[in-house]
Structure formats: structure tokens, C-alpha cells
């Protein structure tokens, strides 16, 4: 019964008026675009998917993704516009990284600037990533000239949409069809459509959308009605297509991480260098925090009648395409994407670690809530080769964490899930904000306080984060903040790594919230006979900076005593596996 279900909704795929199209004459070129910040994050599935999907229906794809580069300057627009480059470098510099101070006039990615910081550890990632000192901008317009693609999809965030449209300004000559997709652009589609940065805004999900927006497109069919795009009409008026049913993540190909540089599989993670890349085994969140997406996204799922938000892939399905992956990439380190991987059923998790051990054996990473980390889940996880899981404290405060921000996690919780991690020993990166609406610096040192807490318990073995808050678009939080008079709703949304807050507010300042920021490792990895000297070094000036270098020091020495300390508890973890030496071991040969 089960095959024949999978049978049925793979024909039912295979027999899409797109699939019949012959393209293979005159064939339709895509080039999708990934505006990021130089090494941010892993390989995203999302364009990798998206390409599996065109070239399935015969269609022609180049990637140009900007991780690559060492530097993405400032590059003056004709529309008048700043540019909001996300990288920094020269006199913007110190005006764009300001938390980031003190401020070095050299070229930094954001992984050198966070060991720097202190927030994470120093990896020789340099050793197998050469980043390139070309210009992306003049890369970008020569590739568009040179491969004369038809349509450039770009996949954004809030924070990457302002800086993609500088690169499709340098286009020389007659421009391609555009189209945005992704979070970003489903929430902010009044923007990109109404300043024109894109003649198409994916709304959702795009696996069947873009082959089918390449299909009309390549056949002179109009798009008016084209299911999940919004675009504008012969009016001038936006028109918004209703969205199909949510994918059948079962009936997927495998995503085509071809698309992406060999580099780019490589990436720092606790001071050594692994090939990883993104593999999901579900798609969405069910939970309702105000500071995230999720939430808005099932919403218009249920408006729209389009299904479920939150789905888990089919277990054979999980393992056919993680082999996949893991032989054709040379994977050694998998990064679970799930937003809260231990809600998955129980009983299908049990049977996934299980399977995972004896089938992958590979040490992975992923995500979850810090209430869901139960002994017995925990202890599969660690059996199965988890080495790390990110996970969201978001606020030192129950009150804000379970009022404000709408995530029941009351403290009582938080402790459990830190001793559980801490007995299995799985390394947490733990992420909390400042600067939310109406927060106030003592707020502020609850979050400081706390992870001094988690810290403890830990022993040190975590990446603790305080980063300050960015209102993203489709967030409740947003909302909240623009109709306080806080958040102007024209304001490009900023990059929301060492960025100045987007909030004026009269609890704290702008220049308050950045040397909280940049501190807040010292604030929570010192002894507090340090305070009255962190304080200085939260100060925008020589006295500050030269006070925050002097106690970097003192916190990384710290650190390393730590760090020995922990390899002797490794050494001594009766559950830990060989893998916790991973790290360019594998010979795939
Ligand atoms: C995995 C993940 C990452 C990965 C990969 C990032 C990426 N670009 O995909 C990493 C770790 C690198 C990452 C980093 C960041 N992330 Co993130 N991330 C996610 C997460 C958990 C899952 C995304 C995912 O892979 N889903 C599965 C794929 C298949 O779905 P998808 O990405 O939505 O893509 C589908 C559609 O959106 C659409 N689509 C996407 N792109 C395109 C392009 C075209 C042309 C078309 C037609 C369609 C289309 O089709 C895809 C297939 O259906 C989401 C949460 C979420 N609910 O989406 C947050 C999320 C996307 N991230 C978010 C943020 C804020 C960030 C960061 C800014 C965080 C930070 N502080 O640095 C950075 C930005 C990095 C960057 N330049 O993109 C926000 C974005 C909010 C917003 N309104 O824009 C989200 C929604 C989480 C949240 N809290 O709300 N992230
Ligand atoms: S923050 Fe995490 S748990 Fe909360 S809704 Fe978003 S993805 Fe789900």
C-alpha cells in the first residue's frame, strides 16, 4: 500500500504538462542568484532544490552565489539608494559595524570577525577556502552577459533584498525577467514589486512554481494567473495569485548541490574544518513565536487552505536521500536543518537514531527547543553522533521569553535542558537577543545572567550568542514595534550580525544596544570583579576599544584553559563516539 502510494505521486509529478516539454532545443536559462554574506552559514537546500526541480523539466542552471567573496563593497546605485552592502570595508566600515568596534581597516568575513569577537573559535578554514578579491558586481554583469540567461531567480531574507537588487542594478544592457522567492520576499512583496526589484515575487513554496513560471515565460504565455507569484498587472496594481497545495516533500529529487562551489562545503566548526551541507528531513515549525516567520507562514497555509506547514519526510525517503548527498558531496559532518528536530514523533525518531547509527555514522548537527531535550531523546541524539545542537534561549527573562515573545519555556525548563546536554555532553550554541521593544538595560542583564548560569553548567563546553533583535518582516513582532512608532516600516531591514538596532526607542539607545552587544562575551564569560571595566568597554571610542582588546585577551586565555579541560571530559564521555575527532577525516576514494 505504501509503494503504491509513493507510485502514484510520482506519476502524478511525472506527468506535469511542464515534464512533457521538450526543451532540449532552444533551452530556457535560469541563473539563480544567492546574495550572502562571504562563508555565511552551510549550502542552502532551497536553491539546490529549486535547480533539481528546472533541470528536471529540462531547463539550463548557473548558481552565482556571493559567499565566495572576500569582500562585497559599497557599490553606488542609480537609484539613489545607499547600496546596504552586507560586508565592510573602508570608510563605511566603522558606520555599518559599529557593534563590531573596535574597528580595523581590513577585510574581515564574518567568521574571522566572530572568532575575533570571541564568539566563536579560530578555525584554519583559510587552508581550504581561497575566497575570491575579485569584483562580485563586475562578475555578476559579465556572467549575465556572457550566458545571457532568461529569467535570475533570487532566493533572499529581509536582510538580503536591498543588497541583491545592487548587483541586478549592474546589469548592462537589456535585463532578464527577475524573480524573488523565498521568506523574505514572501513577506516583503510589496517593496520588490513596487520599487521593481523583481518583476515576480515567489509567495511560498517555488519547486513548482519556478518551473512553471520558466515554462510560461519561455512560451509567451502570460503569468497573470500563475499560481504563487505575485506580480504587478497591466494596471500597475499587484496582483496576488492564490498559492497551490504545500509540495509533497516525499516526492522532491534530491536537491542538486552542484550548483555550488566545491568550497563551499567546507566551513569552520568548533576550531576545525568539516564538509557539510544542509539536509532536511522536514519543512516548517508548528510553534508560534512572535520574533519568527513560522507562525505567519502556517497561518497563510491555513487561509489559503494549502496544507499543512509542518511536515516530516518519509524514512526511507530521509536515508536514501542522505546517502545521496553524503557520497556525492564527500560530506563528513551533516547540518540537520529541522527548525525543532525532537518533535518529531517518537517512536519515527527512535527508528531514525537508530538507522542513523548503524546506516550514516556520520557526526551531525541541528536545532531544537530546549523543552523538547527529554533523557531519553537526548541520549539518542548523542548515540546517534550529534556533536551539537543550536538551540533558542532568546531571553534571560520568563517573562519576556513566555509574554513577549510567546515562547513557553519557563525557566524551570531551560535549566533541565542545559543538565540533559550537559550529561550527554552535546555542545550547545545557545542564542538569546537584546534590544527587543521596550527592553530595558537591566532586562538586558538577565540575559547576561543567565547564560553566566547555563555556562556553569556547561562547563564551558558552548557558543553562548547575544545578538540584537532584528524586526523581520511577517513577524508579530514587527508589528508590535511599527505600531509603537519604533521601527520606520520603509527602513531596509538590516543584516542582524553586528548591525546597529533597527529600534528607537526610549528604553535604550542605538549606541547602548552595540556595546551591549559587542560585550556581552566578556559580560558573560568574566568574573564580575571585571564589570566596572567591560562598562568602558562598551564605550564607542579609543578608551572603549582599547579596553575591550585588553579584555579579549583575558577571556580567550580564560577559554583555553577551558578548552583543556574539556578534551580531558571528552576523553572520559563513556557515550562518546569515535567522531569526535571528525574533522577531514574520511577517505572517500
Ligand atoms: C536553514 C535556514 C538557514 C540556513 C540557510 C539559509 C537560506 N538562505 O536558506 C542558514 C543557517 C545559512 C540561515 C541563515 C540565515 N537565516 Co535562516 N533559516 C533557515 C530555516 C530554518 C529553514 C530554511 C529552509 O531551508 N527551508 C527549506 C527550504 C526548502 O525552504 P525555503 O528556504 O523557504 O525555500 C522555499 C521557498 O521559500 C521558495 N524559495 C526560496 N528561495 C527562492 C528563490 C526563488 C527564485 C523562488 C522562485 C522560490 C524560492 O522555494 C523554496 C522551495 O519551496 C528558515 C526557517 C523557515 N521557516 O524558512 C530560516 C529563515 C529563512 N532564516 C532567517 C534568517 C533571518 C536568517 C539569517 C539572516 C540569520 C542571521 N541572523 O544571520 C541568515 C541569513 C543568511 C542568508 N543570506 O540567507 C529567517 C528569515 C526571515 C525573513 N523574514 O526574511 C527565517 C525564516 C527564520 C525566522 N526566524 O523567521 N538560515
Ligand atoms: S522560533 Fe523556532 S520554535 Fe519558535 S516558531 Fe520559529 S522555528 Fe518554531
New binding site residues.
Partial sequence: MKKLKKFIKKLKVLTRPEAKKDNSENKFKVL??????PM???T????A??SACLKREGYEVKLFDCSLYKSIRYEPRPDGEEGHQ?TVKNKEHAEINRAASPLKEKEETQDELRARLGQVKKSPIDDYVKLKTTNPYDDFADLVEDWKPDLI????????IEFSYNFICQIRGKKPHV??????????YEKILNRGYAD?V?A????E??PE?CYRLQNNIQCYDLK?MYLKGPDGKIIKNSQRPT?DIDTLPFPDFSIYDDMRFYRPFMGKVVRMA?I?WD???PYQ?T????PA?MANNRKEKIGK?YRVKDEDKIFEEMKFLIKEYRLDFL?I???TLLIIRKDKFKRIMERYKKEINLPFWC?SRLDTFSDERTKLLKEAGCQSVSVGLEHGSEKVRMKLLKKALPNKKVYEGFEILAKYNIRPTVNSMMGLPDETREEVFETIEINREISKIMKGNHNLNV?TF?P????HLRKICIDKGYVDPEAP?S???YKESMLTMPTMTKKEIAGLEKTAPLYIGLDKSYWPQIKIAEEDSEKGHEMFEKLMIVLKEKREKEEMQLNVTIAEDHLASPMVNFGGKIDYK
Fill in positions: 539563480l542568484f544567492y546574495p550572502n554574506e555565511v552559514g552551510v542552502p537546500s532551497n536553491l532544490l529549486l552586507l531567480g533570487i532566493s533572499v531574507v529581509d536582510s538580503t524573480v524573488m522567492g523565498g521568506t523574505g520576499a514572501t513577506f516583503s515576480f515567489c511560498g513554496e517555488g519547486e512554481a519556478l513560471l504563487n509540495v544542509q532536511d519543512r516548517g515549525c513565536c520574533y519568527c516567520a513560522a507562514i506547514y547540518y536543518s529541522s527548525e536545532q545578538f532584528v523581520f518582516s511577517g513577524t531591514i543584516f542582524s550580525f
